[in-house]
């Protein structure tokens, strides 16, 4: 599959909205807010839905296939939605936790485990910031509340706007996140239970809520086959220029997309984008 324009494509990932009170049958979604924000910022977002994880060759064919861009994607965006299955982390599900979309689950680490050795940009959002997390070799807390009592309320609660602004988050100098936000600390929105625990191999913490909870995660410098930081993948340069650019990855565990009317909340999007563009021209060139 081809984009007819320049617009890079982005796959989103959608969820299983069950069957409910006879108002509608089991359908896939996802928040229309993702779709505009990549549209905003200059992509052409592609749905893609739960199933069979083999699937997910249409749009990312395995190992050197991916590096050689036969695949059509030029960026992956993880949403938001339910709560992982704690078996992909080793764990029992314990109280709080909610009941796991397998399907969803499946092919979101199937999608992940295509792309880790590749320069594909990422952008994984709220529950995506766990999933990479998760299938990359992290664990999670699944609930915040009962195994961090003295943690602040992350979650959203019924008839406050998904854009309120909950906390502050301290982010790390000179990482990405912080070139985008161009300060050292800002407010963010906040509609998550669970939240990274251990972090994975090849990821790096670059952003904080007061209590300790990771908020972000980028590539670890020199990650290796995680980031293939090693190699000239498409993603923004470091300053001054020179050298190969990093790979763009970037896991938040709040809600850019809820925020339309937020410059530096847009621009997470738009860096996101440039980077998808970047790889596909790099692609295209080979």
């Not at 064919?61 to 078996?87: K, S």
């Not at 896991?251 to 847009?266: A, I, K, R, T, Y």
């Amino acid at each position: 599959m081809a984009v007819s324009d320049s617009r890079p494509a982005i796959g989103l990932t959608l969820m299983l909205d069950l069957a409910r009170h006879g108002e509608h049958v089991a359908r896939y979604s996802m928040n229309q807010t993702f779709f505009s924000s990549i549209r905003r910022a200059g992509g052409t977002p592609v749905p893609l839905a739960p199933g069979d994880p083999q699937e997910m060759a249409r749009y990312l064919p395995g190992g050197a296939d991916v590096v050689e861009g036969r695949g059509f994607l030029d960026g992956l965006c993880l949403t938001a939605g339910g709560d992982l299955d704690p078996r992909l982390f080793g764990q029992p599900r314990k109280p709080g936790c909610e009941e796991p979309d397998r399907e969803r689950d499946e092919m979101e680490i199937e999608l992940l485990a295509r792309v880790r050795g590749s320069g594909l940009p990422i952008l994984a959002l709220c529950r995506g910031i766990q999933v990479l997390n998760a299938a990359w070799g992290g664990t999670l807390i699944q609930d915040i509340a009962r195994e961090l009592p003295d943690a602040l309320d992350h979650s959203h609660h019924e008839g406050r706007p998904r854009e309120t602004l909950v906390h502050e988050i301290r982010l790390s100098p000179g990482c990405l996140l912080h070139g985008i936000f161009d300060t050292d600390q800002r407010p963010v929105n906040s509609l998550h239970h669970q939240a990274i625990d251990r972090l994975a191999p090849g990821l790096v913490a670059t952003a904080w809520a007061p209590d300790g909870i990771i908020e972000a995660v980028e590539l670890e410098p020199g990650a290796g086959a995680a980031g293939n930081s090693d190699s000239a993948s498409a993603g923004p340069r470091p300053e001054g220029g020179g050298g190969a650019a990093r790979r763009f990855l970037l896991g938040v565990q709040f809600h850019p997309e809820d925020l339309p009317d937020d410059s530096g909340m847009q621009r997470i999007f738009s860096t996101f984008v440039d980077a998808a563009r970047a790889y596909r021209l790099q692609r295209q060139a080979r």
